[in-house]
């Protein structure tokens, strides 16, 4: 086994604890969080060991489609670009019969996934999202529908007055095959407030998780990061998720993959409103530990680190594989909400180009139908 590159004594006491199966602490996470140098470089030594020794040298990703059947939101989150009302420019609520025709053409393009949400439209029925679910599965039963963030799911609760159990069940009998763990933000009461003004509450997001992973439901895991948080909330919220997969006994159930999300500044209200009171983003820095940290905090519990290429580039998405990162996540033709709060990466990644060929001569690729991640909103 390699060893870590030279650092310093307190760094190298914690990744060694890592490389012998041993859990990092949130403290130890967020001294590994303030490395830089060549602590850092051996924090990303260690995670690309254990991202070998988890996955090997396989990349994974999914041929996928982003449906994003409505933008119109009244909730407010001071992250989000993509919000509309229903009286703007822009404002779309997609009919069932466009949802479906934007699943085929998926399908006929060699997709084997669609990934769905939307915003929480006020005039919507609960039985929407079991609607969408039933109509695709009628014309592609085989098309997985990896769908709906826990916000929508609180959302639809509300609105049916169901149980979140029973609500889960129902469109798990409708046809949903996985869940977006996005609107994690960051898992943190105070931060929550500013950025959402705590709708959904970190104790509703944890319920919802759990609930899901309890009926059978997989779902991903994210945090979003760089905005007005910092390692400490980082550390905590990795141990959070730790928590759930730990606590989770279904056979079928637990967490796939745990994605990253930086913070996308350019049109989000936080950003706009005061940009002295928030960061543009994490830096590139902040982008390696926070993946290279997910794999040694996550190592033996979550097996998957995923990186956004919409967020981050094809660039530096590659740059993550050599930090613990195994999953590129979906091509995702379509997607809009990053883009909708100002990245400037692609809408879609053709099936030859992701991953990149400079990434295939580093690591073999392969196309894998793999439950993928959903953009943050
Ligand atoms: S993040 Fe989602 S819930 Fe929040 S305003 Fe945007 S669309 Fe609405």
Redesign the pocket.
Known sequence: MLMPRPAAAPVRRILDKALSGREVSVDEGVTLFEARGADLEAVVSVADQLRHQTNGDDVTFAVNRNINFT?I?????Q??G??KRMEDKGAEFLSLETIVARAKEAWQRGGTEVCI????HPKMSGTHYRDILLAIKAELPDMHIHAF?P?EIWYGVKKTGMSIRDFLLDLKACGLGSMPGT?AEILDTEIRKVL?RD??TTEEWVEIISTAHDVGIRTTATIMYGHVDSPNHWAQHLETIRAIQRACRHAEGGFTEFVPLSFVHEDAPLFLKDPSAVRPGPTREEVMLMHAISRIMLHGVVDNVQVSWTKLGPEMAQAMLACGVNDLGGTLMNES?SRAAGARNGQEVGENQAPSPQCAEQRKCRPAVHICNCE??
């Open positions: 933008n939101c009244y909730m407010g989150c992250f989000c993509f919000a949400q939307g915003g929480l963030s916000f609107a959402t709708k959904l909400i943050e909103r």
